[in-house]
C-alpha cells in the first residue's frame, strides 16, 4: 500500500467523515474542481488550473513578481503541511508521496513525530486540516508550475515543542495558522493578477477558519500560551475572552509583511536563515 493510500486509510479509521474523505481525495476546501487528488500527487500536472494564466507570466509593476509572492506563500504551507502531516501520522511529506522539487534548495524535514490525541474528535480535526495544508502545496505547486520552488530544509522542533502533547501542537498549530492568516491578508495587496488574488484569498478564509478552530481550542483545553508567548508586537494570543485574532479598531486580523512573517519562522529579524527554516526559504522573498 502506497503513503497516501495509508493516509486515506488512516482518515478512515480516526471516524473521519465522508465530506473529510473526500476532500482528502482532491475536493479541497479551496473549492477547484478537479484539482489532482492525493493519489497523484506528484504536482506535475495543471489539472483544474486551465482557466487561469501560468503565474510566471504575470507580473507586478515592481521587482516582485505574482510568482515571488505565491513562492514565499508556497514555503509557507510546505511548513504548515508538513507539521500537520507530521503530527497526524508520523511521516512526512516525501514520506508520503508528494513532490516536493523545484527551483531553489531542496532539503530535509527534521524533528517530530506522531501526536497523542486525546479524542478522536480533536484527532479529526487535525487530520482535516493537514488535508487542507496538503491540498494548498498541490495547488499553489500546480499553479507556479516550472517556477514552484523545492521544498527547503525544515526543522520541526525549531522551539523544542509541538509534538510531545496536545497542547503542545495546539501551541505551535496556534502559532502557525495566526501567522499564515496575517502573511496573506500582508500579501494580497501585492498581487496584480485578480485571479490569484481570488485564490489567495480562498486560502486565505480557510486559514482563518484554522485559526479560528485552533484558538478556541486552546481557550478551551486551557493551553499554556507562555511556552511560545505573543509572536511578535502584533500578535494576539488566545485567552478566556479573546477568541479572536482580531482588532477593535474595526474587527479586522492584523497584516504582516514578508519580512515581518520571516522574523517570526526565522526567530530574529534581518535573517537569512534560522528557526524553522534552517537553510533559509527558496525564493526572491527570504531576508527577514
Known amino acids: 500500500m502506497s503513503s497516501v493510500q495509508d493516509i486515506l486509510m ?6 473521519a467523515s465522508r465530506r473529510t474523505f473526500m476532500r482528502s481525495i482532491g475536493l479541497s476546501s479551496v473549492g477547484f474542481a478537479g484539482i489532482a487528488a492525493l493519489a497523484g500527487c506528484g504536482g506535475g500536472g495543471t ?3 486551465a482557466s487561469i494564466a501560468p503565474v510566471n507570466a504575470v507580473a507586478s509593476s515592481g521587482t516582485i513578481t505574482d510568482a515571488d509572492i505565491l513562492n514565499f506563500a508556497l514555503n509557507l504551507e510546505y511548513l504548515e503541511a508538513e507539521f500537520y502531516t507530521m503530527a497526524t501520522t508520523g ?11 523545484g527551483t531553489g534548495a531542496s532539503g530535509d ?6 501526536v497523542m490525541f486525546i479524542d478522536a474528535e480533536h484527532q479529526n480535526i487535525a487530520v482535516n486540516i493537514a488535508s487542507d495544508e496538503q491540498q494548498h502545496v498541490l495547488l499553489l505547486r500546480q499553479a507556479l508550475g516550472s517556477a514552484a520552488v523545492a521544498k527547503p530544509a525544515i526543522n520541526l522542533t525549531a522551539l523544542g515543542l509541538g509534538f510531545g502533547s496536545q497542547q503542545e501542537f495546539l501551541t505551535l498549530a496556534r ?22 488574488l481570488a485564490v489567495a484569498a480562498r486560502i486565505l478564509a480557510t486559514e482563518a477558519e484554522h485559526s479560528g478552530n485552533i484558538r478556541l481550542q486552546a481557550v478551551q483545553l486551557e493551553v499554556d500560551g507562555g511556552k511560545i508567548g505573543a509572536l511578535d508586537s502584533l500578535d494576539i494570543p488566545p485567552t478566556d475572552g479573546v477568541y479572536f485574532s482580531v482588532t477593535y479598531q474595526g474587527g479586522l486580523v492584523e497584516t504582516r509583511t514578508p519580512q515581518q512573517v520571516l522574523a517570526i519562522v526565522y526567530h530574529g529579524t534581518g535573517l537569512k536563515a534560522g528557526g524553522f527554516f534552517p537553510n533559509g526559504v527558496n525564493g526572491n522573498i527570504a531576508s527577514s
Open 47 to 49: 489539472a483544474g488550473l
Open 91 to 101: 511521516k512526512n511529506l516525501a514520506q508520503s508521496g508528494f513532490a516536493l522539487n
Open 175 to 196: 502559532a502557525f495558522e495566526d501567522t499564515g492568516v496575517t502573511a496573506y491578508a500582508g500579501a494580497a495587496p501585492l498581487i496584480s493578477s485578480k485571479q490569484y
Open 109 to 114: 524535514t527534521t524533528g517530530g513525530h506522531e
Open 10 to 15: 488512516r482518515l478512515n479509521r480516526g471516524g
